[in-house]
């Protein structure tokens, strides 16, 4: 059940075309601390890394959540170190890190996010489809930062939550509601900071693509769990914080359509095995369920769920789109409403997850 988690942790972000030659239109990377020139990207996928480290022996920049592969720098006259990876990597966003004589350190010139449990250095290549998240001049949503009482945990919590355009102006609607996990390794920040899950549904509400309704987005841990022991991770902990914490906390505080026709659950990589599981769990809280690589459903898994609106289920096409393909066809043989996307050219990343929310949000609350 776990393994699919794992795959998180081994992707190194590289396309499979590593001989072409370099082209020299290297920008700065739009992760970047403001008025940094480097890390770079090029056209064609290429990264270029520049540390200033005059003291060092060795350098070596790790891409991929995990910090697996690795880019060697070397070091010029002036104790700087420049380097480019040895082929292109998939477009959309990436974490690395710095190895430095054996220490771990972020880049000095990029933009931190949590992923891997640490904040990370983070990489945009720029993608083909980048409009659909891009900041635009259209209305926007706001994304808010509460804190909800957690009774069972012992303390209080801590939650995002979208509210598209219009909320406070049309204070007699209300709203569904998609509560989106992240991924092992990251928070409650990841959907907005690195998935753009903000702009992705501003954007579609302004073309008219989809209803406009709230996103919910909190930590998915109740106790932290090291690399190796997702194993010892009880769903019953993070299951009782979000049906009977959460929800009734958002219910109680915003303009929602408290009900199960009106409320979905999702996630990505370990934030799908916590949506399978709650859903198989509690059959009649949710109405829309969404695996993003994230592992899939049978028509056994869902033989009591008969209220059931929606079954998502996406991968990228580098992960297994076959398995994906296959679940579908079998649910959908079973009279099931289930849809599958394949995200095409990318693997167990970012860009997968904010072009699967993208597929899924027109299809939620129809």
Known sequence: MLVFVAILLCYSGFSQNPQQEIKEDFK??????PGQEYPQVNS????????????????????GLGGQGGTKLEKNEEGVWMGTTAGPMDEGFHYYHVNVDGGTFNDPGAKNY?????????????AHDQEFYALKNVSHGSVQQILFSSPSTKT?????????????????????VLYLQHGWGEDETAWSNQGHANL???NLIAEGKTAP????????????????????????HFQTVLVDELIPYVDENFRTIADEEHRAMAGLSMGGMETKMITLNKPHVFSHYALLSGGTYSPKDLQ???????????????????????????LKAAGFNTVSYISEG?????????????????????
């Open 114 to 126: 949590y992923g891997s449990v640490r904040w990370e250095s983070g990489i945009e290549i720029p």
């Open 156 to 176: 209080s919590r801590r939650a995002f939550v979208y509210t598209p355009p219009g909320y406070y102006e049309n204070r007699d609607k209300n709203y569904p």
């Open 200 to 202: 992705i549904m501003d």
């Open 304 to 330: 009591n769920h008969k209220d059931l609106k929606l079954v998502f289920i996406s991968c990228g096409s580098k992960e297994r789109p076959d398995a994906v393909k296959n679940s579908v066809e079998e």
């Open 28 to 33: 700065p990377s739009s992760k970047n601390q």
């Open 44 to 63: 064609q996928g290429y990264a270029r890394f520049r540390i200033v480290a005059p003291a060092a022996d060795s350098v070596r920049v790790s891409l």
């Open 213 to 236: 309704f709230l996103i919910v987005m909190t930590y998915g841990m109740t106790n932290e769990i090291k690399w190796g022991g997702l194993k010892d991770f009880d769903i019953k």
């Open 346 to 366: 990318t693997a167990h990343e970012f860009q997968t997850w904010r072009r699967s929310l993208h597929e899924l949000a027109p299809l939620l609350f129809n």
